[in-house]
Every structure is written in C-alpha cells, then in structure tokens.
C-alpha cells in the first residue's frame, strides 16, 4: 500500500495556515512529501542512510536527520509521521510456549486415563490373588477329594504348592500309597480277578500296576482253561485287544480257539452218533474196561497219544500193565460233548476235537485239571 501526503503551501496571508507573512510573501513553495509504506517491512540493506533533504547521515529508521526535521517542524510547523516500526515476519513455527501448553493440556487429558489403567490393573491383581486364585485351590481341592487317588493329590500339590490344604494333601498321599503297599501284599496271595481290576481303576498310576496286570492276565487264563471252550478262548483274545493286560497267553488261546470253533457244517445225525461214540470210550479209558476198548478201538490204531501206529491188542495190553504197575489213582477223563468240533477228512473219516477234564479220585485226593482236548479220528464204518 502506498500513502500520498501533500503538503501544498500557497502564498496567503490566511491566518489559519498560521504561517508567517515574511516567510509567505518572499517565495511560493510547493513541498511534496511520499511516505510509502510497504506491505512487508525493510530489511537493513534496504534502507538508506542520508537523509534526501542534505545527504547527511540519519539514523536508521528515520526519515530525515535531526536537523532537517527539527528545521520542518518549526519553520512549517509540519509533524512528520513517526518512523515506521520494524515488524518482523510472522513466523510459521509455532512458539515455545504454546508447544509447552499443548502439551500441558495434552497431559492433563491423558492423566485420567492413565489413573483408570492403572486402577484396573490393580483390581484385576486384587481379584487374581485374593478371588480367583482361591476359588481355583478350593475347587482343585474339591476334586482331588472326589477322586481320592494318587493322581488327584499329585496334581493338588504340583498346582498349589502354597494352598491351604497342601499338608492334608500330603497326608492323603502318603495314606494312599501305604494303603496301595498293603493291596498289593494282599492280591499276590488272591485268585479274584475282580480285586486286581479295582485296585488297578484306584491307583492307575501306581508302580504296581504292571504286576497286577501279568497277574490278571495269568487269573483271566486259567478262568478261560476251566471253561474251555471256543466262547471263553474268544472273550479273552477280546479282552486282550481292548488292553486289558498285555496277552502272555495269546498264542495258545488263538490255536485253541480254532481247534473248538466249528466252522464245518454240523449235521446233527453224524453230530449225535460222534458224542455216543466218544463217551463210551472216554468211560471205557477211564476205567480201563478192556472188553468196553475193545469195542470203540480200531483194529489198527494209527495214534494214541505220542504211540502208533500200532494194533488194538497191543495197545490195550500196555495199557493194562501200565495201570497195574502205577500207585496213583486212576485218571477220570470227562467230556464235554456240547463242546466237541468235528470235521470229515478227504478219506471221508471224521476228526473230532474233544475238551475233556482229567480228575484223579483216591484216598483223600480230588484233583482235576482242565483244558485238556481229545484229538480223535473216527472211521464212520
């Protein structure tokens, strides 16, 4: 923006210009005076430094020197404006402080905040340590209670070492494996199968439990050797793949399984006339009747046990004078005829598979010993 101030004098002798009649009436003077003023204020090496009315030195910021201004002001009583100030650019960073009160007032906003943050850490801690925790130990507590075994306490005291039953669950422990000490001294000397099968549901984990397992296993055995039968063989090659024990006897109870199973059709005719025939000899042996032998021997018998082949009459004498040179008693040979397996042979003979139990009977002396099985060949003729 540039400002015009004129200043125009006439010769005059008003007297509100209130300038002196000498000085009016000696010339006519016309005085213009510019100020510009300039939309962004001088730097130093803008400015000039004489003055443009006699070119001396003025200072800085003024228009004239001291002497042609003092010499304006009382000759034309003329007020000259005040020298512009030097205002300094407007300057785009921001200041100090208003950074230091944004902050401040970013601080104050931010206080709360982090006072809740911290209080809801600190409930948070308050109900881990005191609530939860505690809650935590009284229901492990309660469990271990309810399962009152070796693992339940285990697990107790592994998970609250500082809980408030940390000694009961101690005591019960130890209670606990005295107990499972005193089972097992107690089950080496027992022959149920149901007392090891509870001992092992009550300590599953204890060191005993591979001993009572062979056990059971060698219990279960001779439970499926009395039956002796295709049904018990069955249910134990079942119980041994369920793991229930490990098997010692799997083997033998697979091959004894096949021997029973009958897999041939059955005609009941040729089924009957098997069981007449096998019962008469197996009461014939067992009393060692000759004439009785006689009549179920073949002329020609190719196998009696691990003898033959051999003929009828020899067979029968050895027999007898194997009899009469023994002081034990006589074995009893029992069949079991609903348990008998046959099967016809390409020679169209019959091999029948037979369980029997053998028993002694003597003075004071009743002993049996089951599993056996008869292998017979029965010529139908």
Sequence with gaps: MIIYVMWLLFLSRSPHLRIPDTKCTKYFQNIFIFVRKESRPKTDHMMSYHCPLCGKEKKGEALFCEACTKKLRTEYELELPQPLLHQPLPSTEEPADVTRTSSRKTGRRLLPVAITILLLLLLFFLYNELIRKGNLE??????????????????????????????????????????????????????????????????????????????????????????????????????????????????????????????????????????????????????????????????????????????RERLLGDLLVAAAQSDEPAIIYTPDLEGIQYEKTMEDNYRVNLPIVKSRNGAGIRDQLPGYIFHLELNPH
């Design 138 to 311: 009284r229901s492990g507590w309660d469990a271990a209670v309810k399962s009152n075994s070796v693992p339940g306490y285990l697990h107790y005291i592994e998970s609250h070492p500082e809980g408030v039953h940390f000694a009961d669950a101690q005591a019960a422990l130890m209670r606990l494996k005295a107990e499972e000490a005193n089972q097992w001294e107690v089950l080496k000397q027992s022959d149920r199968v149901t007392e090891l099968r509870d001992f092992l549901l009550q300590f599953p984990e204890s060191h005993y439990v591979p001993l009572v397992r062979r056990r059971l296993d060698s219990l279960t055995w001779m439970g499926t050797l009395r039956s002796n039968t295709a049904a018990s063989y069955s249910e134990y090659l079942m119980m041994v793949e369920s793991g229930d024990f490990n098997g010692d006897y799997l083997a033998e109870a697979e091959s004894r399984y096949r021997m029973l199973f009958q897999s041939y059709p059955v005609d009941q005719r040729t089924l009957d006339s098997i069981r007449i025939v096998v019962n008469g000899f197996c009461s014939a042996l067992s009393s060692l009747d000759h004439s009785a032998l006689e009549q179920w021997l073949a002329p020609r018998v190719e196998r009696y046990f691990f003898k033959g082949p051999l003929a």
